[in-house]
């Protein structure tokens, strides 16, 4: 099992919390997410990484808002994009998201996921925090951000150690690349991230 590169960590501060019951809605969506994880690091490398892909996709479907991940990411140059490229771009985000869980997820030697018992609200949105806990290593934090898209929610960023926003990495990735590029070389971008994970 690896945790995902981040090439450009952007540190985010998170600020003091509002709780809410532990049994709030957004940690289903955490606990399906773990679940996942969690089956396709006992399916290991036997399945292969196509096979641990076609496992977890469904999964990333229903505990992610690809969407709306891929315009926070892309971030407000969003709206310049051709409706088709927006739509390559949402693809393409979703495939290399898929292909890193499948990639990095990969072994299983006793982890679990402890979910902690509070909620925290920021607004509108929820954060769901969690350890993944490794018997033969170091523990990782890691914190879900979650809003509400049609009556279910769904994770919209994920802070690695508490504080480091994947949002906001690949901000900082993508900028350059579309500013270069534009939507097309970005399109690109994320396919060669993709088939890297896989590799």
């Known amino acids: 099992m690896r945790m995902f590169p981040l090439a450009a960590a952007a540190i985010v501060a998170i600020a003091a919390p509002a709780h809410a019951q532990a049994s709030d809605p957004a940690v289903a969506t955490v606990q399906s997410l773990d679940d996942g994880l969690i089956a396709i690091m006992k399916a290991g490398k036997a399945a292969g990484e196509r096979g641990r892909a076609a496992k977890i996709g469904p999964v990333i479907d229903r505990a992610f808002d690809i969407p709306l991940m891929t315009r926070l990411a892309v971030g407000p140059s969003w709206n310049g994009i051709a409706p088709a490229d927006q739509q390559a771009l949402v693809s393409a985000f979703r495939r290399m998201t898929i292909a890193q869980y499948a990639g990095n997820f990969d072994d299983f030697s006793g982890q679990s996921f402890v979910i902690a018992p509070e909620v925290e609200s920021r607004g509108g949105d929820k954060l769901v925090r969690t350890t993944l806990k490794d018997p033969h290593g170091d523990d990782v934090s890691i914190a879900y951000r ?15 150690k508490n504080s480091i926003s994947q949002i906001a990495t690949r901000r900082s990735d993508f900028t350059s690349i579309l500013r270069k590029g534009g939507a097309k070389a970005l399109v690109a971008h994320l396919n060669t991230l993709a088939a890297k994970a896989g590799g």
């Not at 979650?146 to 690695?160: E, H, M, P, S, T």
């Open 146 to 160: 979650l809003r509400q898209n049609g009556g279910a929610w769904k994770i919209i960023d994920v802070f690695y």
